[in-house]
Nanobody, 117 residues
Framework: QVQLVESGGGLVQPGGSLRLSCAVS????????MNWYRQAPQKEREFVAR???????NYADSVKGRFTISRDNDKNTLYLQMNSLKPEDTAVYYC???????????WGQGTQVTVSS
């Protein structure tokens, strides 16, 4: 079973940057999309960004122009570069993979991002 481990979170001031990583336990050759989601306290988990197997990217309106999703196939790692961070970006960030069959990986432990002065 594919395991995902998120890392790279932390405390950052408004306007700052962070790069999140999602390490995948094995090489994934075929998939539909790799996604980042986030969950703020007392809120539902929400979609942040997606990259398809063909490299197409999609973003939530709230992060468009500030966040960039990418992947390194050689390192089996998914990234989320977050710039111009705002307090409302504070959340636990999670990654997942949607396979061609429709199967979705289980959530990892997430990584906490806190944007505060």
């Amino acid at each position: 079973q594919v395991q995902l481990v998120e890392s790279g979170g932390g405390l950052v001031q408004p306007g700052g940057s962070l790069r999140l990583s999602c390490a995948v336990s094995e090489r994934i050759f075929t998939f539909n999309a790799m996604n980042w989601y986030r969950q703020a306290p007392q809120k539902e988990r929400e979609f942040v960004a997606r990259i398809t197997s063909g490299g197409t990217t999609n973003y939530a309106d709230s992060v468009k122009g500030r966040f960039t999703i990418s992947r390194d196939n050689d390192k089996n790692t998914l990234y989320l570069q977050m710039n111009s961070l705002k307090p409302e970006d504070t959340a636990v960030y999670y990654c997942n993979i949607v396979f061609l069959s429709g199967t979705v990986t289980e959530w990892g432990q997430g990584t906490q991002v806190t944007v505060s002065s």
